[in-house]
């Protein structure tokens, strides 16, 4: 139980008792008891029904890239709304034409590849139309290779290549498990070994499973692999932002290519600029067979996500119609506002924009690590932030204090220059001791500083102690 103070108000502990007989458990995880009922949102702020104000530094999961309410994509909805506000998927429109070209035309100039745009209506449901990709166009095998503290969705087919356990435990398994490959995660890495070093070593026990067939996957007679696709987070979300050497995926497609395995790409978390390009695989110099989307295309105003594959995989002569089919996938009302979406990052150097406020936020993060022991790592690429949590050595993993640390957050009792505020922090990592930071892209330099005076107060507060 939290040590939060019940400041509940008469209507929203009916609201409560009301979730508490009526809602499924299964699809939310109360953080803090008894859970905050939130009423309104702007910019990088929540507001709850006492309107106490939060500085969101989630965003949604990193749904919300570009603030909530932004002016500019709510008003491509209700324009939308206005027109074609809905049209069965058997039918076409002009945005989901348009959209598809934008997504292609790019993926073509970045990775030299003719490929085409699939959607469907979010990033769980988008990994298994890339697993029906990837079996077709393998002859139906269903093995894949992940990482460990890999998260690609809680679906069946996409709790098959998540590392977690607990997602699968009690449904089976759809096909066959991945088998998990270690990623280069330094900070927990061997000792004596530099970032880069690390990242090829992890390359170098991964490519040793084919040096012989005794190893399992890998037939030298007929050079083929047992395993399809290889799925990966060029940044890991879940796993706790963990941000792999700039080596890593190069030297690992090598591997991929030789022996004949696809690189499927999940940009669900870290697409649309969260680490200052497009799609955060473009750090990395490799080109991806598959990649998926979703999230942040349509700011989270609408649940539309999907897939770019490479012509050869996805053409209609190898992926006939009717090879997948969602009632509400490329509806007009998410087509409309990722077409804005594409527009609007086009206008100004989003890039450099998220990269300049990236280097500032991560400046304030590694000040706080300088004087507080317990803030073992901090690390980012643009706006992708991480803090892990630990104990006084500074490296021993410290749920219960980042735990603690959430709940003062929620308290929205934490002054600054006189006003009150909450703070709202997601939780990631393998020991779950990782504050995983994914600000507004439109966050402005003051609301940075801000940022870093709150977490600067609430690691004050549970160190004190």
């Given at each position: 139980m ?7 108000s008469?209507?929203?502990?009916i ?31 929540v507001?709850d ?6 500085l969101?530094?989630?965003?949604w999961?990193?749904?919300v ?8 994509l709510?008003?491509a909805?209700?324009q939308q709304i206005?027109?074609?506000?809905q049209?069965?998927s058997?039918?076409?429109?002009k945005g989901?034409i348009?959209l598809s070209?934008?997504?292609a035309v ?7 590849m003719?490929?085409?745009?699939h959607?469907?209506v ?6 298994e139309d ?5 079996r077709n ?5 269903s093995?894949?290779f992940a990482f ?5 969705g809680?679906?069946?087919?996409a709790?098959s ?20 490959i270690?990623f ?7 000792k004596g070994?530099t ?15 084919f040096e012989?067939?005794y190893?399992g ?16 987070e ?9 941000i792999?050497?700039m ?7 090598q ?9 499927v ?7 649309f600029?969260?680490?200052?390009k497009?799609w955060?695989?473009e750090h990395?110099?490799?080109?991806p ?10 700011n989270?105003?609408?649940p539309?996500?999907g897939i ?6 996805i ?10 089919h ?9 087509t409309?506002?990722g077409?804005?979406m594409?527009?609007m ?7 450099a ?5 990236g ?7 590694e000040d706080?690590?300088?004087?507080y022991k317990i ?5 980012g690429l643009?706006?992708?932030l ?7 050595d ?5 749920k ?9 957050g929620?308290?929205?009792?934490i002054e600054?220059?006189?006003k009150?505020?909450?703070l709202i922090l ?5 020991y ?6 994914a ?5 402005s330099?003051p609301?940075?500083d801000?940022?870093i005076?709150?977490l600067?107060?609430?690691?004050h ?5």
């Open positions: 939290s040590n939060i103070p019940r400041i509940t008469e209507e929203d502990q609201l409560l008792d009301k979730e508490s007989r009526y809602c499924s458990f299964g699809d939310t995880v109360h953080y803090i008891e008894p859970p905050r009922i939130f009423s309104r949102c702007e910019g990088s702020y507001y029904t006492n309107d106490q104000a939060y969101d530094l989630q965003m999961y990193s749904a890239n570009f603030g909530y309410a932004n002016p500019r709510n008003n909805l209700k206005d027109t074609l506000p049209i069965a058997q039918y076409l429109h989901k348009e070209e934008m997504i790019d993926a073509k100039k970045k990775f030299g003719d490929g085409r745009v959607f469907n979010g990033g769980s449901q988008s990994i890339s697993l029906k990709v990837v166009a393998s002859n139906g095998k093995l894949m460990e503290g890999g998260y690609h809680r679906t069946l087919g709790s290549i998540t590392s977690s356990y607990r997602y699968r435990r009690r449904y089976g398994h759809f096909g066959e498990r991945a088998q998990f270690p280069p995660y330094h900070f927990r890495g061997p070994m970032k880069e070093e690390y990242g090829s070593y992890c390359v170098k026990q991964f490519a040793r499973l012989t067939e190893n996957v890998w037939d030298p007679k007929t050079q083929q692999c047992e395993y399809a696709a290889f799925y990966v060029p940044i890991q979300g879940t796993g706790g932002y963990v792999p050497p080596n890593f995926y190069s030297e690992l497609k591997v991929l290519d030789q022996h004949g395995i696809l690189m790409v999940d940009e669900i978390q870290m697409g600029y969260r680490t200052g497009l955060s695989i990395f110099d490799v080109k067979d598959v990649l998926v989307f979703g999230k942040a295309l349509t989270g105003l609408n539309l996500g770019w594959a490479r012509e050869e995989l053409n209609p002569g190898i992926f006939p119609p009717g090879s997948t969602s009632t509400f996938a490329s509806n007009p009302l998410g409309a506002v077409l804005e594409f527009k990052t086009s206008e100004v150097d989003y890039g924009m998220v990269m300049a406020k280097k500032y936020f991560l400046a304030g993060l706080l690590k300088k004087r803030v073992g790592d901090v690390d643009g706006l992708a991480r803090m892990e949590i630990c104990g006084e500074g490296f021993t993993p410290d219960a204090k980042l735990d603690e640390m959430v709940e003062e929620m308290k929205g009792d600054i220059d006189g009150r505020l909450g997601d939780v990631g990592g393998y779950k001791n990782v504050i995983t930071l600000p507004s892209l439109e966050i330099y609301e940075i801000l940022a005076a709150l600067d107060r609430l690691l507060r549970v160190t004190k102690k």
